[in-house]
């Protein structure tokens, strides 16, 4: 397995078992989750641009939850739609498509 695919089981894993994991290993689940995506979307050639971004969100939630702040239905939707991203995103990189913005 890849680090890409290990990534994803380890997010859907958690957001399963969400009651059971201390507010630094969400937060540090969504801080690897926010690192793949960006590390994903440079290689597929996806631009950082100006305008609303799920990743943004993504960063927002990993920070409440170090600080206690979001519940566990949040940060479980969370861990889906970031494990989600990383997959769409290595589906993208697998098939060998390249974004290019003219």
């Not at 926010?34 to 597929?44: G, H, K, Q, S, Y």
């Amino acid at each position: 397995m890849s680090l890409t695919t290990d990534i994803i089981g380890e997010l859907v894993r958690d957001a399963n078992r969400m009651e059971r994991l201390n507010a630094s290993h969400k937060r540090h689940m969504l801080q690897r989750a926010v690192a793949t995506i960006e590390d994903l979307r440079e290689a597929a050639g996806i631009p950082k641009g100006p305008g609303h971004d799920t990743l943004a969100d993504i960063k927002t939630t990993a920070s409440a939850a170090e600080h206690g702040l979001a519940d566990d239905a949040q940060l479980r939707e969370t861990f889906l739609q970031a494990a989600g991203m990383i997959r769409d995103l290595h589906i993208v990189l697998d098939s060998g498509t390249k974004v290019s913005l003219v």
